[in-house]
């Protein structure tokens, strides 16, 4: 049986917050997958882009895409 392939989607909303914050959840997703037994597939970041606009934020929807078409298990 393989790992479960996922992917990981990061993202703040504001010029106010930090790049930091991106990092840091890369940072804490990644080791859940290690822990885990996960195979990250990609990453997904989407920085300073408002929440009421999916359209607006691409890592997002290439997110869906690569969920849509199989490539992930998990997010």
Partial sequence: MRNPRIGIYARYSSDLQSDASIDDQIRLCA???????W?????????AVS????MLRTGMQNLLQDSLSGKL???
């Fill in 31 to 37: 080791e859940r997958a290690s822990t885990e037994g």
């Fill in 39 to 47: 195979e990250i597939v990609n990453t997904y970041v989407d920085a």
């Fill in 51 to 54: 929440g009421s606009s999916m």
């Fill in 73 to 75: 298990d998990l997010v």
